[in-house]
């Protein structure tokens, strides 16, 4: 198949100019102007040509954290959040997910979370997961962290191992090094990220058991990917000390309205802050937590509703971070493609060059309206609307 992007304006994140995208199966063959390529060829090639004229073209959005095959529930059986559809993410120009297990990991199996990644792949966007889930010791189809990572190929690392939470398992820091040691392991082994995807918590305790375990063994702040680092103005600033050390923190996009009367700091706010504060965007990345559940209390603590967490909140804030806290563009879509992707080792995502596959968003220059998802080579969105569905929608 052949797609031709004509006289688009390229952010790869880079702003390279206006120019032609050229794509040949799910890679990206060509990028220069003026790139001539006969309608009779793309027609016989199955393909199509976009007219750029007005339009930028960015990276797909890369997800590092979505409950794809559902969460459980904060009231019980019958509130178990849904399976993620593939048009929740390629209408909001997400084209790579990572899935994860949370809270859950009796209904909600591996072997499940695999075989929807499959099946997310099939339908048309690339999907990975991690092993493991909130507690330790980590759930594994294969016994053991480092073979899951190591055998199983859409599985990138282990998470999300959740600290400073109540739910938590309370790992110390040696059993978290240990954990980070056979996922560390496994990526090195089978060429991944093998990286600890960290669910943090509200709890005093922060991030100091992540500090403990740089502090005291040889694993590095790399080894880690801690997110929903903007619960509250604390913790965001135990973020930026773990930025001091090296380490990347991530800010969740889906929210509701109790979580932000309680303390919590939108994403698009939080990062603004980081960047002000001296972060490099090369240490921030935001992440949906998609088809997670957000549960809603009064002031007994009782459930009196349930939210669920939207893939869609991944660009909402990305335009947040372009049009209300003036983010240069470029740096907008480092959080929310190429710093994810770098530091998952995809080294195929986050960018659009010569020989990388061909995940492309393509919006319109003032308002960042979707107007064409291609992921894998393939639009699936055209002129806002989902043209490829996933097969139950």
């Not at 980590?138 to 939470?165: H, K, N, P, Q």
């Not at 502090?215 to 930026?240: M, V, W």
């Amino acid at each position: 198949m052949l797609t031709l992007i004509k006289n688009v304006e390229l952010f790869s994140p880079a702003y390279e100019g206006t120019t032609d995208i050229l794509i040949a199966g799910n890679q990206i063959a060509s990028i220069a102007p003026n790139i001539d390529v006969p309608s009779s060829t793309i027609v016989a090639a199955s393909g199509m040509k976009i007219d750029g004229t007005g339009l930028i073209a960015l990276p797909g959005l890369v997800d590092s954290l979505v409950h794809i095959s559902g969460g459980g529930g904060e009231g019980g059986f019958h509130t178990r959040t849904p399976q993620m559809a593939l048009t929740e993410a390629s209408l909001h120009g997400v084209t790579t997910v990572i899935g994860a297990l949370g809270t859950d990991a009796t209904t909600r199996t591996l072997p499940d979370l695999i075989a929807k990644a499959k099946g997310l792949d099939i339908e048309g966007i690339s999907a990975y997961c991690y092993t493991g889930s909130y507690h330790l010791p980590a759930r594994t189809v294969t016994g053991s962290i480092t073979d899951d990572i190591l055998l199983i190929d859409c599985m990138i690392g282990i998470g999300e191992v959740a600290i400073a939470d109540h739910r938590a398992s309370e790992p110390t820091y040696r059993e978290l090094a240990q954990v980070a040691a056979q996922s560390r392991t496994g990526g090195m082994l089978s060429g991944k990220a093998g990286i600890v995807y960290i669910h943090t918590g509200d709890g005093n305790s922060q991030l100091s058991v992540l500090h403990e375990v740089i502090e005291k063994t040889d694993i590095p702040p790399s080894q880690f990917y801690p997110t929903h680092i903007n619960r509250n103005q604390s913790l965001l600033e135990a973020g930026i000390k773990w930025t001091r050390c090296g380490g990347v923190i991530d800010m969740t996009t889906s929210t509701n309205e109790q979580f932000i009367t309680e303390g919590e700091i939108p994403a698009a706010e939080a990062i603004a802050y980081c960047i002000n504060q001296g972060v490099p965007v090369t240490q921030l990345s935001m992440s949906s937590d998609g088809n997670a559940s957000l549960p809603i209390f009064d002031n007994s603590a009782k459930l009196t509703g349930l939210e669920v967490g939207r893939v869609s909140s991944l660009f909402a804030e990305f335009k947040a971070l372009v049009l209300n806290h003036n983010i240069a563009l470029q740096d907008a879509i480092q959080i929310v493609s190429t710093t994810p992707a770098h530091f998952l080792k995809l080294s195929q995502k986050g960018k659009i060059h010569k020989g990388c596959d061909a995940d492309i968003v393509l919006c319109e220059k003032d308002n960042l309206t979707i107007k064409h998802v291609i992921a894998k080579g393939k639009c699936l969105v055209s002129n806002g609307e989902a043209i490829v569905k996933g097969t139950f929608e």
